[in-house]
């Protein structure tokens, strides 16, 4: 985006503002329509728009209020400067979509970005203008709840789910009125908090920051992130709000990018707790100083700047730049010219379209992480006990940041079942409640299972036990679930235990005594029906976990581009990298997901043994349907490079394909791998491509003995 033309029709604005206008545009005020931060809801805010002391507005929704809001600053503020509309819309805004970290197992550029574009639709018809999403951070810590809203723990999987979700927010032209400002969040770090508690600090090497948290941001700056949203977190001791080298110099300095940068909620004030600042002036100082432009909820900017202008602290010039960058934004965004653009009468319910999108995006979710003896699909006629505190408990199907979808408008497990099965064909037991003591009836939910041919048991975790501020120690079965699990086992019939989560859930024991184990994560509004269809076998399987699967929370952080160590772990060698009690490896791996057929790969083969700097290798692997059920199969690549200048990961994800197989099909995959893909960064951190031996693998996941490899060479860059 070209840097604001201060002698354009923005800066003729500019020039007409007082001091107070000014900052009134870095300020964004929350409204009444959700609590997102402390301090909760407020309708408090109407003298100060009509003051013109607020530039944008979070958490307020639908046309009517919007327009009218919208109308207050156009018609009733001095200058008539509109206002920006943002809001979570982070998987859906009506239509609520499975959690990014579910969407993220369908590994699918397209379907992401065909989400976001049906989100923003009904988004900008509320007349938002601008969401916080995409959030790209990087996540290998399940205690951490906010792991729920991200794509997982690869960077490569969170590069192009970054730029697959600008495109799908932001459409081909920002001023289209059924387009959303994408807000990329939160640089950076913010998945490496300490102990996986929220807002804790972060110590990330070097090495990892520009390897494997940075990325994600990078290409949603390249998709053309008309925002980004600094983390609450601290790096190494400076908090990401007033950190001036990533977001002045890298993010604006290097990378180009001159859209808005929105503090988080209250993060300029919060400066001061994280002993950074004195005092708001201060707090105010610093974030301008780095960059950030927009203050949410601190009250920061309208306390602390003109009292850092007094003291001298800080130069008008760097509020100006602010405000020019704001009202570019909005000036890209086609408010100037048609403030009401967004927003039509009345705010349309979930379009059918979206609906049948919702319900293909949570069949793709789904991941079937065992099926003994092919217990799924169900066989017709079986008598089903459906049992525990997730069968019937639509509210929890849309997951945190479930946008405006109403609990009402949400299918959950049990009325997809029933909308699928003759009558009769089930019953239900709550048994316990999700968390607590709560009431329980784990005699009934017993009885239920010893009448049935075979049980599925909902158990897992309520929404908001994972999100923002939603830390788990222990991130297990909650409340009496496990005892519940335990009696209904002792019933003796087959058990397929459906897991409503944000995180994998360290539920081992639970999950070995099951015969089929599927993870619906929080589907979304179709959530019930697609489930349905998984378990009757009217859908296949196809969804491959996005992040390692713990086997105990001692293991975490766990995932699978770790570096080899000197003493690889080896059971029967007292000094390696091991634990007496538990195994190294996870319970499932990256990429782990079955499938109702089978599906065989070989002959692993590249267009040359060797590849030089500018060249690139091109790798085919034939995959063939060879059992009786169609299904869409997902073949990871990876290479490994053996001997480098630095420790390199045991595995680096380089890309996947994904292919639909009728049974007997064959096809081959192809993958281009430039060799710009196998350079790395050298012990100085610059990009260094360096001749020698490279492994390439292919397979269904992480797990390596699950992989075909093949080997090529880096030849010596002739030109040195
Ligand atoms: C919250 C979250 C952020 C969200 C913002 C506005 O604190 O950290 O992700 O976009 O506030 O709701």
Request: with cysteine; glycine share 10%; charged share 20%.
């Amino acid at each position: 985006m070209p840097r604001p033309a201060a002698g354009g029709r923005i800066g003729v604005l500019l020039g007409a503002m007082t001091l107070a206008e000014k900052i009134g545009q870095l300020t964004m005020q929350t409204a009444d329509m959700a609590i997102s931060g402390p301090g909760g809801l407020t309708s408090e805010y109407l003298d100060a728009v009509r003051a013109g002391g607020v530039g944008s507005m979070l958490n307020l929704w639908g046309a009517g209020r919007v327009r009218e809001l919208q109308r207050i600053a156009v018609e009733e503020t001095r200058l008539g400067i509109p206002l920006l509309f943002g809001f979570d819309v982070v998987h859906g805004h009506r239509t609520v979509f499975p959690v990014p970290l579910a969407e993220a197992a369908a590994f699918d550029s397209d379907l992401w970005e065909r989400t976001a574009r049906a989100a923003a639709l009904e988004a900008a018809a509320d007349g938002l203008s601008l969401t916080f999403a995409p959030m790209l951070d990087v996540a290998r810590d399940p205690r951490w709840g906010r792991i729920v809203e991200g794509p997982g723990e690869d960077p490569l999987v969170a590069r192009r789910f970054a730029a697959a979700k600008v495109r799908g927010f932001q459409g081909g032209d920002l001023a289209a009125h059924g387009s959303i400002a994408a807000t990329a969040k939160h640089l950076v770090g913010y998945g490496a908090a300490l102990a996986g508690r929220d807002y804790a600090q972060a110590d990330i090497s070097e090495r990892e920051l520009r390897e494997v948290y940075l990325p994600p941001f990078a290409d949603a700056v390249a998709a053309g992130a008309a925002a980004i949203m600094p983390s609450f977190n601290d790096l190494a001791g400076v908090p990401m709000t007033a950190h001036r080298p990533l977001l002045r110099d890298l993010l604006r300095g290097q990378w180009g990018f001159d859209g808005v940068l929105i503090s988080d909620y209250n993060a300029i004030a919060e400066l001061v707790q994280h002993g950074v600042a004195a005092d708001f002036a201060e707090a105010a100082a610093l974030a301008l100083e780095a960059g950030v432009d927009i203050d949410m909820m601190a009250g920061a900017y309208t306390q602390g700047l003109p009292a850092a202008l007094e003291r001298r602290r800080i130069d008008v010039a760097l509020v100006d730049e602010a405000v020019l960058r704001v009202l570019a934004l909005k000036e890209r965004l086609g408010l100037l010219d048609d403030p009401f653009g967004r927003g039509v009468e009345p705010s349309p319910g979930p379009e059918k379209a979206h609906r049948a999108l919702a319900r293909e995006a949570a069949r793709r979710s789904l991941v079937l992480l065992k099926n003994d003896a092919d217990v799924l699909p169900l066989r017709e006629g079986a008598r089903l006990a459906v049992i525990g505190p997730l069968a019937d408990a639509p509210g929890e199907m849309r997951g945190s940041w479930y946008g405006a979808g109403p609990a009402e408008e949400t299918v959950s497990i049990l009325q997809g079942l029933r909308a699928a099965l003759p009558e009769g064909s089930l019953v239900h037991a709550r048994g316990v409640a999700i968390d607590g003591e709560g009431p329980e009836d784990i005699a009934a939910a017993v009885a239920a299972a010893r009448a049935a041919d075979i049980v599925l048991l909902c158990l897992g975790e309520a929404a908001a036990m994972s999100g923002e501020a939603a830390c788990r120690a222990e991130p297990g079965l909650p409340g009496r679930q496990e005892e519940l699990a335990e009696a209904v086992l002792a019933a003796g019939r087959p058990v397929v235990l459906l897991l409503a989560c944000g995180r994998p859930l360290v539920a081992s024991r639970i999950i070995a005594r099951s015969a089929a184990v599927l993870v619906t994560w929080f589907p979304g509004s179709e959530g019930g029906h697609a489930v349905a269809e998984v378990l009757r076998g009217r859908a296949n399987p196809s969804g491959r976990l996005p992040v390692s699967w713990p086997v105990a929370t001692g293991q975490i952080p766990i995932f699978f581009a770790r570096r080899p160590t000197g003493r690889p772990a080896d059971p029967e060698l007292h000094y390696t990298s091991k634990y007496l009690d538990v195994p190294t490896e996870p319970l499932f791996p990256f990429g782990h997901g079955l499938s109702y057929g089978r599906f065989a790969l070989e002959d692993l083969r590249c267009s040359a043994g060797e590849v030089a700097a500018g060249g690139r290798l091109d790798i085919e692997v034939d995959l063939a349907n060879e059992g009786t059920v169609a299904g869409l199969q997902t073949v990871f690549l990876f290479i490994r490079d053996p001997v480098a200048s630095v420790a390199r990961p045991v595995l680096e994800l380089k890309g996947w394909q994904t292919a639909w197989l009728e049974p007997g099909d064959r096809t081959t995959l192809r993958f281009e791998l430039p060799a710009d893909e196998l350079a790395f960064l050298g012990p100085d951190l610059a990009p260094l491509l360096e001749e020698g031996g490279i492994e390439i693998l292919a397979g269904p996941s992480a797990d390596r003995s699950l992989l075909l490899s093949t080997s090529v060479r880096v030849a010596k860059d002739r030109e040195h």
